[in-house]
C-alpha cells in the first residue's frame, strides 16, 4: 500500500532541536509537493511548511517561520523537517502530505498520500 511514513519526532526540552523526516518505500518523492502538517487533539490540521518537486519552499505558518525548515534528499527519497527553538506550544503529531503542488497540498488540503504522523512533545 502506497503510503508515507514519518519518523524524528520525540520529547524534547524547551528551546531544543529535532528532525523529522517523511519518506515512502512503495513510490519516489521525487516529482511531488511534500508538504508538513500538525495537529492537536479539538483542533484543525494546520499547515506549516512545503516543499516543492523543483525544491522551492513556502511557508504557511507565522508560528514556525524562522525555526522550521523543510527541505527533500531525493537521493535519500525523503523530505525533512527541521525544527530548532521548540517551544511546549510545538506540541502536536506531526504529518507529511504528498500531492501535486505545495498549492494543492497545504492551501487546497487535498493530499494523495498522508503518513500516520510522528509525536513530538516539547516540555521540560
Known amino acids: 500500500q502506497e503510503e508515507l511514513v514519518e519518523s524524528g519526532g520525540g520529547l524534547v526540552q524547551p528551546g531544543g532541536s529535532l528532525t523529522l523526516s517523511c519518506t515512502a518505500a512503495?513510490?519516489?518523492?521525487?516529482?511531488?509537493?511534500i508538504g508538513w502538517f500538525r495537529q492537536t487533539p479539538g483542533k484543525e490540521r494546520e499547515g506549516l511548511s512545503c516543499?516543492?518537486?523543483?525544491?522551492?519552499?513556502?511557508d504557511y505558518a507565522d508560528s514556525v517561520k524562522d525555526r522550521f525548515t523543510v527541505s527533500r534528499d531525493n537521493a535519500k527519497n525523503t523530505v525533512f523537517l527541521q525544527m530548532v527553538s521548540l517551544k511546549p506550544e510545538d506540541t502536536a503529531i506531526y504529518y507529511c502530505?504528498?500531492?501535486?503542488?505545495?498549492?494543492?497540498?497545504?492551501?487546497?488540503?487535498?493530499?494523495?498520500?498522508w503518513g500516520q504522523g510522528t509525536q513530538v512533545t516539547v516540555s521540560s
Open positions: 512503495e513510490f519516489t518523492l521525487d516529482y511531488y509537493a
Open positions: 502530505g504528498a500531492g501535486l503542488s505545495c498549492l494543492t497540498v497545504v492551501e487546497y488540503n487535498v493530499s494523495l498520500w
Open positions: 516543499i516543492s518537486s523543483d525544491f522551492k519552499t513556502t
